[in-house]
């Protein structure tokens, strides 16, 4: 059940699962929600998990590119929910944080602008609780750290 109402959010996020296919990732979930936390895109391949947050607007707003509106606190709750679902899933892959911007013609819903951001971003590393989603996580699963090399 998609979560997102406002049709230029769909039409982008269709378009950013496309773009993620194009590239050999399969799409495994869309709206993921934890709580409050939500990933828009999860996209797998053999070796890799792929979080990915799509940003899409009819306009640049003063030059700002869609992708540029993932603050920190959006990238935290980011980690935080993908944590959960690696954790819920038992996920043992390689994750990673996309960002993908999308501009669309508000009269023809045309796609006229698009970025994928491939690794936008690498969590820090800190400590979990045992069975607790207290918001802090370590990319620890199965006894392996799970890192970039």
Do not use: C
């Amino acid at each position: 059940m998609a979560f997102v109402t406002n049709p230029i959010g769909i039409i982008g996020e269709e378009e950013a699962a496309r773009m993620l296919e194009k590239k050999g990732f399969r799409i495994v979930e869309r709206n993921w929600r934890m709580g409050h936390l939500e990933i828009d895109l999860i996209a797998e391949s053999k070796d890799e998990i792929v979080f990915a947050e799509v940003k899409a607007r009819t306009s640049t707003f003063g030059n700002i590119r869609p992708e540029e509106y993932v603050d920190e606190i959006k990238r935290r709750r980011m980690i935080a929910a993908a944590n959960g679902y690696i954790k819920y899933r038992k996920i043992e892959k390689l994750p990673r944080f996309d960002i993908i911007g999308i501009l669309v013609n508000p009269l023809t819903h045309e796609i006229i602008y698009r970025n994928h951001l491939e690794n936008a971003f690498i969590p820090r590393v800190r400590t979990i609780s045992a069975g607790s989603f207290s918001g802090q996580w370590k990319w620890t699963h199965r006894h392996k750290t799970i890192g970039r090399k």
